[in-house]
Antibody, heavy 121, light 107 residues
Framework: DVQLVESGGGLVQPGGSLRLSCAAS????????MHWVRQTPGKGLEWVSR????????NYADSVKGRFTISRDNAKNTLYLQMNSLRGEDTAVYYC??????????????WGQGILVTVSS | DIQMTQSPSSLSASVGDRVTITCRAS??????LNWYQQKPGKAPKVLIY???NLQSGVPSRFSGSGSGTDFSLTINSLQPEDFATYYC?????????FGGGTKVEMK
């Protein structure tokens, strides 16, 4: 079974940093785009960032550009999100999501269980 | 950025009803439109991809249609397990964007 397990969330003060990790299993990680999507408590979904399978392309939402960095280690089947200069509006559940690979639809599937990041003093 | 506008934001329906949710893109996105279902406390799951293709394992009472800027998700004969929130999402260009969601509640 495909599994995505996030870790590294928690409470951080405004201006602080946090690194999220996502351990992937059950599929050939190195073939897939990977994404981070967040959801504010009680609100909708916001795409955060994506990274191509070979790390050659990364994209970010304007709301996090310059503060967040997505990366991956294909040898460890792990996706990362380094979050710096955190703000209250970054408080959300962060999901690790598998994207497309060659020959697959341009969807986001599956999603990890999500991890809560709370930015507060 | 491509804005995705979903309507309604919520609806009340009964088991057995036919429900239709619409999603409009602010510019043409071809068929690069996916639909997701989210239940409370759970991650979203894809139901429909590229506008009209049913994800494996999803009941056939779910269907999607549309292209360009206007899309719809239809649930025929609503079942108890279908009460959830539904989101559309465009995969045409970054930033990927989602609709605001439609909460389907029991009447």
């Amino acid at each position: 079974d495909v599994q995505l397990v996030e870790s590294g969330g928690g409470l951080v003060q405004p201006g602080g940093s946090l690194r999220l990790s996502c351990a992937a299993s059950g599929f050939t990680f190195s073939k897939y785009w990977m994404h981070w999507v967040r959801q504010t408590p009680g609100k909708g979904l916001e795409w955060v960032s994506r990274i191509q399978n070979d790390e050659s392309i990364t994209n970010y939402a304007d709301s996090v550009k310059g503060r967040f960095t997505i990366s991956r280690d294909n040898a460890k089947n792990t996706l990362y999100l380094q979050m710096n200069s955190l703000r209250g509006e970054d408080t959300a559940v962060y999901y690790c999501v598998r994207g497309a690979a060659a020959g697959t639809p341009p969807w986001l599937d599956p999603w990890g269980q999500g991890i809560l990041v709370t930015v507060s003093s | 950025d491509i804005q995705m506008t979903q309507s309604p934001s919520s609806l009340s329906a009964s088991v057995g009803d036919r429900v239709t949710i619409t999603c409009r893109a602010s510019q043409t996105i071809g068929a690069y439109l996916n639909w997701y279902q989210q239940k409370p406390g759970k991650a979203p799951k894809v139901l429909i991809y590229t506008a009209s293709n049913l994800q494996s394992g999803v009941p056939s009472r779910f269907s999607g249609s549309g292209s360009g800027t206007d899309f719809s998700l239809t649930i025929n004969s609503l079942q108890p397990e279908d009460f959830a929130t539904y989101y559309c999402q465009q995969s045409y260009s970054t930033p990927l964007t989602f609709g605001g969601g439609t909460k389907v509640e029991m009447k």
